[in-house]
């Protein structure tokens, strides 16, 4: 019987992840379909309580649905539920509804694809931002050894709730400490939306950061933002955006179609190529 799994969201015309799925389901000959299906905020909770009724083996969940899908599932996995947000469901023998939440996982991903080896030596890692991909960034980098999160955003507020919920090993930093900060660490990840396209650059320097550092920036259009650009220049390890995107995508092709995807150039390419239609 031919799977059917979709990206739910409000909006989700925008969406890259059919190009994504539909990539692999063509490549490995799956008998699947991966479509858009527009959820509004207000049919939410019923409609994840139960996809199976909407003829759907598991989906993805854009915002502004990320949270109710949460509170919907019957069973969410340790990054859904320090993130109180899931993106990817899928259900269980018995119709259990089971959710996760793979950005961090698509984060982590990318980093091992670009830079093997890079959690052997990041100690320190400091994340700029403090919204929904910080989250996801932070409960990773910490998932996976990180001894030191710093966490660096305009309203600090939102960086010290933020650190609240990780514990010791994230702690929240004034942006004017950013110079200083600099100097002593090993990875700098940027989850604001500086840099993206139609939106100011990021203005900071990294003159502070040690010749070892990596300089990972989540935004992917475009792929080269100013900083990605200003760390290539300085001889530091620079990685894009674009393969957090890809690699979040992997746990939950895997889960519904039975096969591990890879992130290949290829399918790099069928994404910018696609990103560049939209644009
Ligand atoms: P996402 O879910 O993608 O993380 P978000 O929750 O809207 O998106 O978070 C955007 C982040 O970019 C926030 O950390 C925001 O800082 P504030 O919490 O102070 O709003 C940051 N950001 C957006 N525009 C910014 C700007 N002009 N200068 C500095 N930070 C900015």
Redesign the pocket.
């Known amino acids: 019987m031919t799977r059917r799994v979709a990206i739910t969201g409000c909006p989700v015309a925008h969406s890259r992840s059919p190009v994504i799925h539909r990539h692999w389901l063509a490549l490995h000959g799956i008998d699947g379909t991966y479509d858009r299906v527009e959820v509004k905020p207000e049919d939410a909770p019923a409609f994840y309580r139960d996809i199976a009724a909407h003829g759907l083996s598991g989906c993805n969940v854009t915002?502004p649905n990320k949270e109710a899908a949460a509170a919907a599932c019957d069973e969410l996995d340790d990054a859904a539920r320090v993130m109180g947000a899931v993106n990817t469901i899928s259900l269980d023998a018995d119709g259990r509804v089971l959710g996760s939440n793979t950005d961090g996982l698509g984060f982590l991903g990318n980093l091992d694809q670009e830079v093997p080896g890079w959690d052997g030596e990041v100690r320190h890692a400091v994340v700029?931002?403090?919204?929904?991909?910080?989250?996801?960034v932070i409960w990773a980098l910490l998932s996976r050894g990180v001894k030191k999160v710093s966490v660096v955003?305009?309203?600090?507020s939102?960086?010290e709730d933020l650190c609240a919920r990780f514990g010791a090993d994230s702690i929240a930093c004034d942006?004017d400490d950013l110079g200083e900060i600099l100097g002593e660490t090993d990875l700098l990840v940027n989850?604001?939306?500086?840099g993206m396209a139609g939106?100011?650059a990021?203005d900071l320097s990294l003159s502070r950061l040690p010749e070892t550092a990596i300089v990972n920036d989540?935004v992917y259009v475009p792929l080269e933002t100013p900083l990605l650009a200003d760390a290539r220049a300085r001889g530091l390890r620079a990685v894009d955006g674009l393969g957090m995107l890809l690699h979040q995508a992997v746990p939950g092709f895997e889960r519904w179609f039975g096969v591990r995807p890879r992130v290949t150039d290829e399918l790099r390419a069928a994404l910018l190529a696609d990103l560049g239609a939209a644009s």
């Open positions: 915002v700029l931002g403090a919204g929904g991909a910080a989250r996801a955003n305009r309203t600090k939102k960086a942006w989850t604001t939306s500086l939106q100011p990021l989540i």
